[in-house]
């Protein structure tokens, strides 16, 4: 079965700090990988993907994740982080390899940002 | 600018009373998903369409639980009886999985509390 973890529930930053939230996966094969950001009230918006290839991926709004498979991670970085980024990331993952194309999502983290 | 679109915004209903949530999902799109999302478990799939057709609805309670796509563009989740632990934000995304895409596009959601 497929599985994320990130391991922080709650991350504070200052503004114009650099960001990087953490992303752990479990699958047997290579996954299909996202990060998705959701602002208070709202649905989920997509910040990027990976599904092959470069294993440096770039998102909207500055957003960049790395794929490492040596230590099954997909972490999130912004170098310069905006007020407006305040929200909370989660990571998912979908299968490829079975036909099943539902995403598994973790469990979030939350990102505050300080003046 | 097309979108997933969720309806209603807001439920609040009575313990017992039948609950119907609607989605219209992004012309063209042949994949459906309906998530629930708590501060307990998360964000969950309930159930996903392919087609029109149910490819998986494991994580939906059967015995309160329907989830039907009596045509490309609606989409229904319905709860009969209600209970209060069906109090969440239901999510309904839709994506276009061709070969290796299986990107998901969500909707505001609806959120339902039951009293």
């Known amino acids: 079965a497929q599985s994320v973890t990130q391991p922080d529930i709650h991350i504070t930053v200052s503004e114009g700090a650099s960001l990087e939230l953490r992303c752990n996966y479990s699958y047997g094969a290579t996954p299909y990988l996202f990060w998705y950001v959701q602002s208070p009230g709202q649905g989920l918006q997509l910040l990027l993907k990976?599904?092959?290839?470069?294993?440096l991926v770039q998102g909207i709004k500055g957003f960049e994740a790395e794929f490492k498979r040596s230590q099954s991670s997909f972490n999130l970085r912004k170098p310069s982080v905006h007020w407006s980024d305040a929200a909370e990331y989660f990571c998912a993952v979908g299968a490829m390899d079975t036909g099943r194309r539902a995403l598994t999502f973790g469990s979030g983290t939350r990102l505050q940002v300080q003046p | 600018d097309a979108r997933v679109t969720q309806t209603p915004r807001h439920k609040v209903t009575e313990m017992g009373q039948e609950v119907t949530m609607r989605c219209q999902p992004i012309l063209g799109h042949n994949t459906v998903f309906w998530y629930r999302q708590t501060m307990m478990q998360g964000l969950e799939l309930l159930a996903y369409f392919r087609n029109r057709a149910p490819l998986d609805d494991s994580g939906m309670p059967k015995d309160r639980f329907s989830a039907e796509m009596p045509d490309a563009t609606l989409a229904t989740l319905k709860i009969q009886p209600s209970e209060p632990r069906d109090s969440a934000v239901y999510f309904c995304a839709s994506g276009l999985v061709l070969g290796k895409n299986t990107e998901a596009f969500f909707g505001q959601g609806t959120r339902l509390t039951v009293v």
């Open positions: 990976y599904f092959s290839g470069d294993t």
